[in-house]
């Protein structure tokens, strides 16, 4: 197998690592070392439908540890792009390897790379180096790679008309930031224990092999501007303060608040914070409305008991929390109750009722001028917690939902402004770029017409061979 070869072509030791998981839910994982051919194929033979196989970027000088400090050479520059929560299949991997073969990957911004790796749930893209034995060196370079990419995933989500860029977007890709020269990849042709799907080969060239310099000289994305500086870290103590004596903080749920709000009209808000009434109309009332929503929900699913009460103890202190005086309160509780596809018993409502207005009256009896209303006031969190509001029924409501979901919606609203104008933002964009690419390739062909070989001709236009190669077979 190649990838064994060109690893281990200038000796040292290769790290093939095998991870799986115990009956009780353990990780169990062992690094395997050896500087033979023969072993690390025997290896992938044995372990390839029962573990998770990877195989390590780096030589190793000796055969004891798979750690950075251990490294002999760095044997490959990597990208890994996956989709952690909604893996992609293999069909949709192609769609991307092309796409960026085409797009990232052209020879002028960044090489073509040596392999393209099918993991199982997204793609891995490796490029062999030569003589790279500067682990701090390397790591500049492994930055700028992932730098690069990063800022082309999210110009390919946002700003391009591709099957790809859907791809991209619907399964959330991303890439791993990650430069560990002891790190390790799939190995095509076994088991992704994880999702129980084959990885894969897509793409082989052993003729890209590259060195720190040629990326340098060669590719925009490692020029001097775009590699990183290595700073190192200040080593600084830290003070430990002696917690013994001291009582830990603990933040407590508010349980009650008094607003005095006699006498107010709602319309002109006087002598009270706007913000109050921002609360109202972008917070309480929404809850109320998801109330009901939850009721409709539950009475179509045929659910009748188990929240009933609980939803009405939410619901008089939120009606209290919007300014409605007690008839108001009292009205709109029974209302809701008669949502129910079996309500509950006028006396258990009025029960509550009281519970909540009986505790303003006695505020009352202090003779002050106004009525100091008592209410409470419930985190999101709590009430999805004490209705047991499920991810379906969170997916119908307004505000009653996680956090989670209120910034998906967030993003999906940003797309859509962003997704506008993009097909006029996308050409715009890329007209230069598409312009310089075609003029390159038809230079190419009239330099090829006038009998020059792949490699002047790559000289010639500023292209690596495989570029050449590529846009010639084409």
């Not at 990877?54 to 760095?74: A, D, I, P, Q």
């Not at 392999?115 to 749930?121: A, K, L, Q």
């Not at 008309?161 to 790190?183: G, W």
């Not at 005086?325 to 596809?341: Q, T």
């Amino acid at each position: 197998m190649s990838l064994f070869s060109t690893l281990l072509a200038d000796g040292g030791y290769a790290s093939y690592s095998l991870g799986s998981l115990t009956k009780d839910g353990r990780k169990k994982w062992r690094d395997n070392l050896t500087d033979s051919l023969e072993q690390l194929n025997i290896y992938r033979a044995d372990n390839r439908m029962d573990c998770n196989n990877y195989l390590s970027v780096s030589t190793f000088k000796n055969g004891k540890t798979r750690s950075e400090w251990n490294v002999k050479e760095v044997k490959r520059l990597y990208v890994d792009m996956d989709a952690h929560e909604n893996p992609i299949n293999l069909d949709e991997a192609k769609l991307l390897r092309d796409y960026t073969l085409e797009n990232w990957f052209d020879g002028e911004e960044l090489p073509e790379p040596s392999y393209v790796i099918f993991s199982g749930r997204g793609l891995q893209f490796l490029f062999t180096m030569n003589g790279c034995t500067n682990v701090t060196g390397w790591k500049r370079y492994q930055s700028a790679l992932l730098n690069t990419c990063q800022k082309l995933l999210e110009e390919l989500k946002h700003h391009s008309l591709s099957e790809a860029s859907i791809v991209a977007d619907e399964h959330n890709v991303s890439i791993d930031m990650l430069k560990d020269a002891a790190r390790v990849h799939r190995v095509p042709d076994t088991t992704n224990q994880k999702v129980n799907v084959d990885a894969e080969l897509l793409y082989e060239n052993e003729s890209n092999e590259y060195t720190l310099n040629e990326l340098n000289t060669t590719f925009t994305a490692f020029s001097d501007d775009n590699l990183p500086t290595i700073e190192e870290k200040k080593k600084t103590k830290k003070k430990v303060k002696s917690d013994k004596g001291k009582k830990k903080k603990t933040k407590s749920e508010p349980t009650e608040r008094e607003v005095d709000i006699s006498g107010i009209d709602m319309n002109e808000k006087q002598g009270i914070d706007p913000h109050f009434f921002e609360i109202i109309e972008k917070t309480i009332k929404p809850r109320l409305s998801d109330l009901e929503t939850l009721i409709r929900l539950r009475n179509e699913a045929g659910t009748d008991s188990g929240y009933r009460n609980n939803l009405i103890a939410i619901a008089i202190p939120t009606l209290v929390s919007c300014g409605c005086k007690n008839d108001k309160v009292i009205e709109e509780a029974h209302r809701i109750n008669a949502l129910f596809n079996k309500p509950l018993k006028n006396a258990e409502v009025n029960d509550w009722l009281n519970s909540c207005l009986k505790k303003k009256e006695s505020i009352n009896a202090d003779g002050k001028k106004g009525v100091s209303r008592v209410y409470y006031r419930f985190y999101t969190n709590t009430i999805i917690d004490k209705l047991q509001i499920t991810k379906e029924e969170q997916e119908e409501m307004q505000v009653l939902c996680s956090e989670a979901l209120k910034k998906k919606r967030s993003r999906d609203k940003q797309k859509d402004i962003q997704n506008a104008n993009r097909r006029e933002v996308y050409k715009e964009k890329t007209a230069e770029k598409r312009k310089a690419k075609e003029e390159r390739n038809k230079r190419i062909h009239e330099l090829s017409a006038d009998g020059m070989s792949v490699r002047q001709i790559a000289k010639t236009v500023g292209a690596s061979v495989g570029t050449v190669s590529k846009v010639l077979n084409s």
